[in-house]
């Protein structure tokens, strides 16, 4: 992207002196100094030469201060000769000025290397060369030539094109700003990309030979080691080929109550299943402490005395709170047969409502156990 | 029990769709008495031509395969045929796609045989097979249009509450009796829930397609 615009610009530069050389041939005659006049076309012309080599060598050395400070220099000494060349004051008879193109290509690489602001204090000074110019070439300004009435026009002509060239130069440098900006975010984007299809390409690889021998050791093994074992592996796996790498507070939560999880797993033989969506909303340090423990003690209590086979804890984002359910399919209890306050009760109720929350036990002999929390957020 | 459902009615005949020939020889071996498995394929397909030619009570069919996979599967052949997707992971958003595409549910392949025969054997019957994980992900996925979409929320109350007890791991006749209501009923609103899930996704894909210039 970069280097079309300095080929752009390369075109620019010739098309610039093309026109600068008609000039020349067109106004011969009105020349005061042809020779100066020639011998600063054929300056352009090597420098424009120049330029066009170092386009395709080197085109990095084309925004170097070096370049630039060449091709600056030649435009400003264009514009300081102008006055001279032509049988003054040329301005203000109307004639066509010889060198007021080409420097805009120079304003334009100044802008293009340097930014908007040196793209346009270059302007600006060419700007300012063509005014001594002309002013140089004016004083004394012949009477007839130049009646005072006509001055305001002339001053007028000279900051116009002062002014344009400041602004070729800002927009020249701002819009080059802009590609460069792009063009990193699209090189990053590229790059991004190229990393995520790796992964996924990892990801999918295991995901049809690894991820399903494990899920077929642990359906189809008798050994119970095994399956813990396989069940294992395969959550370590998921998490490294599915596991969100940004680290928010509420994935901690998640993955602090996986392994609790996992604990009570490899010690009770249950399964069970963290269900969390992705919009959960941060606990604070204690609140977070006070759920993982009452969760841990309400899945300890479902390998323990439910005798459960399969545990779910659900979190859910509810009114400004968190919500979290924690339900085995094991043996139950009457709640009413059971004294409050003793035993897990205190672990689980003690826990959270030390922390601003609330517990709801839900449970029949023969229907599982569901604990309900609720935690502020 | 089983044997007795097995002689009273016909077996129920299922094709099993999967890359890896072990693994339809697991879940084949996981079956039993009660199916009959009357046909395999290892990609998309060769198991859609199958399930035209032989017309299946069931299909078993893996999410993730070479070459377009079950979603494939699905588009082409549900809701005519009841399929059940059988995945490794539980958190692709492929799965809503095929649930919305007209899959009568999904199971885990670490689902346990006993727990796999008896959600088959629903799923037979036309019963939405609803997992946790999968109530879990469609809930997700309504909040995120509420969340987008300037107008009412997508689900009722009672649809949504449905879906959370589902997600918080009762099984239909029990989220049932919690909510004073019939299974049937229940099972109705899940099959009301999938359909505007459907919907949603549709709209989502032309959203999409006028978005990008496709349409």
């Known amino acids: ?377 | 029990m089983q044997q007795q459902a097995s002689t009273v009615r016909p077996p129920i005949r299922v094709v099993l769709v999967d890359d890896h020939p072990v693994w339809r020889d697991g879940v084949r071996a996981d079956l039993g008495r009660g199916f009959e498995v009357v046909g395999e394929a290892s990609d998309a397909d060769s198991a859609i031509a199958g399930i035209r030619e032989l017309a299946p009570d069931l299909v078993v069919c893996d999410l993730q395969m070479p070459g377009g996979g079950g979603l494939a599967v699905v588009r082409a052949c549900a809701p005519r045929t009841r399929i059940v997707m059988l995945t490794v992971s539980e958190q692709e958003r492929d799965l809503l796609d095929a649930v919305a595409a007209g899959a009568v549910g999904y199971l885990t392949k670490a689902t346990p045989a006993g727990e796999l025969r008896d959600a088959l054997r629903r799923a037979a019957a036309g019963e939405p097979v609803f997992s946790p994980s999968l109530a879990m992900l469609v809930l997700g996925e309504f909040r995120r249009l509420a969340r987008q979409a300037t107008g009412a929320d997508p689900l009722t109350e009672r649809e949504r509450e449905v879906l959370q007890h589902v997600a918080r791991g009762y099984a239909y006749r029990e989220v049932g009796e919690r909510l004073h209501i019939a299974p049937k009923t229940v099972e109705n609103h899940v099959r009301n829930i999938l359909a505007k899930l459907q919907i949603n996704r549709r709209q989502e894909l032309v959203r999409y397609a006028i978005e990008h210039g496709l349409a």
């Open chain 1, 1 to 377: 992207m970069e280097r079309s615009v300095l080929r752009g610009l390369a075109v620019f530069r010739w098309l610039a002196w093309t026109w600068m050389a008609l000039v020349l041939l067109l106004a011969r005659r009105a020349l005061e100094r042809p020779l100066a006049a020639v011998l600063l076309v054929g300056v352009a012309f090597a420098v424009t030469v120049w330029a066009t080599r170092l386009l395709r060598r080197d085109p990095a050395r084309l925004c170097s201060s070096h370049v630039v400070g060449v091709e600056v220099g030649t435009a400003l000494a264009l514009q300081v000769a102008d006055g001279v060349v032509y049988r003054a004051p040329h301005v203000f008879t109307g004639e066509q000025p010889l060198g007021v193109a080409w420097p805009i290509a120079a304003v334009l690489s100044a802008g293009v290397a340097f930014g908007p602001g040196v793209g346009a204090a270059t302007g600006v000074v060419l700007g300012a060369g063509r005014a001594v110019s002309s002013l140089a070439a004016a004083a004394p300004p012949p009477v007839e030539v130049v009646p005072s009435g006509l001055e305001p026009v002339w001053l007028l002509s000279l900051v116009t094109t002062t002014v344009l060239y400041a602004l070729a130069g800002g927009v020249g440098g701002h819009a080059m700003r802009l590609i460069r900006a792009g063009e990193r975010r699209i090189t990053a984007a590229e790059r991004e990309l190229a990393r995520a299809h790796a992964r996924e390409h990892v990801a999918r690889r295991l995901h049809d030979g690894v991820l399903q021998t494990l899920a077929l050791v642990e359906r189809r093994s008798d050994d119970p080691v095994l399956t813990a074992m396989a069940r294992e592996q395969d959550r370590d796996l998921r998490r490294l080929l599915f596991g969100t790498p940004v680290d928010t507070p509420a994935r901690e939560l998640v993955e602090e109550l996986r392994a609790a999880g996992a604990r009570v797993e490899a010690a009770h033989g249950l399964r069970v299943q963290v269900l969390a969506p992705d919009d959960l909303p941060a606990l604070t340090g204690p609140v977070r402490a006070a759920l993982v423990g009452a969760v841990g003690e309400a899945l300890t209590n479902a390998g323990r005395h439910a005798a459960a086979s399969t545990v779910v804890v659900y979190l859910e984002p509810h009114d400004g709170r968190l919500f979290c359910s924690v339900r085995d399919d094991g043996a139950g209890f009457d709640p009413a047969r059971v004294v409050p306050g003793v035993g897990w009760s205190r672990s689980i109720t003690g826990r959270i409502e030390e922390v601003g929350g609330d517990v709801e036990v839900d449970s029949a002999p023969g229907r599982g156990t569901e604990v309900r929390l609720r935690v502020p957020a």
